[in-house]
Structures are given as C-alpha cells and as structure tokens.
C-alpha cells in the first residue's frame, strides 16, 4: 500500500512539474500580436494540440528510424521532491521545419473526408493580380483589413465543405478563410484553435500582419475563388517582419488547393478542420500526400522551428 501511496504521489509532482514549466515556457515567449497567448499557458483546445504534437514527433521518428537511446530507460526519481524523467530522446518534440515552399495541395472531396495529393507549385499571378485589394495602404486606411483582421466576401457559386455549402466566406489576414464567422482573434494561432473554431481552411494559419506591406486579393468568379497573400509579413513588434506568398483556390466541386511561392516564416498550422472538433486528428506529413488515403475530419500539420517538452511522452 505504502508503495502505492508513493507512486501516486510521485506521479501528481511529475504532472505538477510539467504544469510549471509550461507555465514558464509561456510566459517567458515572445510576444506576437497584441494580446497574444494568455499568460495562463491554457488556451481553448491545448490539450489537442499537444497531443497531436506528440503523435507528430513520434511519427517523424518512425519515418526517419530513430531508436531510443535506450532499450530501458531508467526509472523516474525524486530529487527534492522534484521528478527528474530521464530522456531517452523521446520526451521532446522534435522541430519541424516547412517543406512546401514550391509545392501545392490539392484536397479533393471523398466519400467519407478527403484525400490529399502534394505537387508542384500551381500559384497563379494572374489571379493574384486580378483580384480585389483586401489590405490598401496605409494601414489607417478604413478599407484595409488591418492586422487580425477578417472580411466576409461573397463566393460566386456555392461551395460543399464538410457536409455544409457556403455563398460567402470570411478572409482572415492570418493566411486562413472560415464559414459561419470570421477570425480575428489575437491569441495563439495554434492547433487548438485552428480545430475548435469555426470551420476553416488554413494555406498557412500564422501570425501575419498585412496591415503595414505585401497584398492581400481576393477573385471570385463562377469556376473558382482565389485568395492570395502575396509578401504579407509576419507580425513584428518592430520594422517588418519575414515575408509569405501563398495561395488558396476553391472550386464549385469542392476541391481546395493551397499553393506556396516564398514562406520564410518559422511556426504556422496548414490544413482544413470541419470546426468544433473535439478530438485529436492523427498525424500526417502533408509534403508525401499522394492520394492513397481518405482522411475523415480534420488534416492538420504542425510546422515550427524549434524543440519543446512533449508533455504527452512526459506524463505517460
């Protein structure tokens, strides 16, 4: 019983551990927008993300054939009160840089969720320069989206997504379109978020900030609706930040196709979510998508440059 009563306890330090340093973690990050992460370190669905974050670092490590440092890792112990894990290389995620500078994705409607194909770069200048300016100088400007902004438009032909059909749409200046309402919240632009919000369309779900430089066009036509961030930056707190051209098209037969052309960015969410989704989605790699699969609910890849505590492998 005593022996019990001992592991029960360590494990509540383990997790009040975990829970400090993600409470660290946030409150010494850098800022992004105004109002960004709450101070907490809690925000509307963290906890899907961090599990999807874990499956993604175990899945990277499959790919790539990582062993464990080792077979056994030894046991958890006390020091101080404090739960000291040893790491046999699995309890931080692993960075995840963006792979689909060039590239497009096409998601095609299947019978059940979607199928996925990667490809070449499909960007289309044209349409970027044909369509209605979303964001004219200057920033003051009343017409201009501004930072963490969002506009409903009209689409020029009713468009099927996730067992729904939408006329309008709202552009969100964060590289992201939702139904039903817009998005221009100044919180995390994390996974949780892009799965419990609205029903929603991420090319590239960042903290961009197209107020101050760059192009932000809409086209809609009968055959296809086109919105293009073309050398919108990254917010920053000061001068401009790293610039992003991407591309997302739409077309009456529910076809959605997302097309790079410059990201220099470091953390974002690309995917498609049905909307107040209440579980984790499993992992995929978009870059190797090559149709094989229907995937039901949300798709979603995680991109960020750098390493952090996997608090799922931590907590097991």
């Not at 030894?74 to 500078?101: E, I, Q, W, Y």
């Not at 300016?133 to 200057?138: A, F, I, R, S, T």
């Not at 401009?240 to 969410?269: K, M």
Request: overall charge negative; some cysteine; aromatic content about 10%.
């Amino acid at each position: 019983m005593s022996r019990d009563i001992t592991r029960h306890c360590s494990r509540w330090r383990r997790f009040l551990l975990i829970l400090l340093i993600a409470f660290l973690s946030v409150r010494n990050a850098s800022a992004a927008s105004a109002n960004s992460d709450e101070a907490s370190g809690s925000y509307p669905g963290r906890v899907l993300g961090e599990i999807l974050l874990h499956r993604q670092a175990v899945q990277q490590r499959l790919q790539y054939g990582y062993q464990p440092q080792s077979a056994a890792p030894s046991a958890a112990v006390d020091m101080g009160h404090v739960a000291v894990l040893p790491d046999d290389g699995t309890l931080v995620t692993t960075a995840n840089s963006f792979d689909l500078n060039s590239r497009s994705l096409l998601f095609q409607p299947a019978p059940v969720g979607y199928s996925v194909v990667a490809g070449g770069s499909t960007f289309d200048a044209v349409a970027a320069s044909q369509g209605a300016v979303l964001n004219p100088p200057p920033d003051s400007n009343p017409q201009n989206i501004g930072d963490d902004g969002s506009r409903q438009v009209p689409i020029a032909f009713s468009f099927p997504y996730f067992g729904s059909s939408y006329t309008s749409v709202f552009i969100n200046s964060d590289g992201n379109l939702t139904f039903g309402a817009g998005d221009a919240a100044s919180t995390a632009r994390s996974l949780g978020r892009f799965l419990a919000g609205p029903p929603r369309i991420a090319p590239y779900f960042a903290d961009l900030d197209p107020s101050v430089s760059g192009q932000l066009t809409y086209l809609s036509t009968a055959s296809r609706f086109v919105v293009t961030w073309s050398q919108v930056p990254d917010y920053a707190s000061a001068g401009i930040g790293p610039r992003e051209t991407f591309q997302v098209s739409l077309t009456p037969d529910g076809r959605i196709e997302f097309s790079y052309s410059g990201i220099n960015g470091t953390e974002s969410v690309v995917g498609i979510s049905p909307g107040s989704f209440s579980d984790a989605p499993n992992p995929v790699d978009l870059s190797i998508a090559n149709g094989s699969q229907n995937l039901q609910g949300p798709v979603a890849e995680v991109f960020t440059r750098t390493t952090s505590l996997d608090l799922v492998a931590v907590a097991q």
